[in-house]
């Protein structure tokens, strides 16, 4: 197979996995409209786990763990309109420069001795989609799910690391 046949194809598929992620996890076509993993050359690599964050938004950020097989865990740690705390997990995927990320809000463990994992709640809370132009630079988009919008909004910021790696090929 010719080099631009293959890459052809590999960027169809590319294109392919982001509209299938984007079906599953339910962003909007605004967000996909923005999403092409070539744009910026740049591939997610697991040098790019650590903390996450916008310095204008000091106290809130994002820990990654960028794993193998395109596959990214990420905690969020925010706040609702009210100043309540809120810590947001999930798995997602990661295609090219891209990252989609399913998220999901916990209620009803309780710390030390008393914790009983069989109270503990998961619902889904939203995704977020991010997206890297460099080893130290990317955005992120937080959607949240419609029954979530009363106590949050959908919104945009700059991401830049806390922590800096050793390498980031």
């Known amino acids: ?4 046949m293959k890459s052809g194809l590999t960027s169809t598929a590319q294109s392919f996995a982001i509209s299938l992620l984007l079906a599953v ?18 591939e997610i690599n697991n040098a790019l786990s650590g903390t996450w964050y916008n310095p204008e938004r000091s106290g ?11 596959k990214i865990a990420v905690s969020f740690y ?3 309109y009210y100043g309540n705390q809120v810590w947001l997990v999930g798995p997602g995927n990661v295609d090219g420069s891209v990252a989609v990320v399913d ?8 710390y030390g001795a008393g914790f009983d994992k069989d109270l503990v709640t998961e619902s889904h809370w939203g ?18 799910d419609e029954e ?15 922590t800096v790696p050793i390498n980031c090929d």
């Open 103 to 110: 998220l999901y809000i916990t209620e009803g463990g309780i």
């Open 60 to 70: 809130e950020g994002f820990m990654l763990d960028v794993g193998n097989a395109g």
């Open 148 to 162: 979530f919008l009363a106590e949050f909004e959908v919104m945009t910021t700059d991401i830049t690391r806390l």
């Open 127 to 144: 995704s977020a989609v991010f997206t890297f132009t460099a080893c130290a630079t990317g955005s992120v988009e937080i959607l949240p």
């Open 78 to 80: 925010t706040y609702d």
């Open 1 to 4: 197979m010719n080099t631009g």
């Open 25 to 42: 996890t339910g962003v909007s076509t605004a967000a996909a409209d923005n999403l092409d993993p070539d744009a910026t050359g740049f």
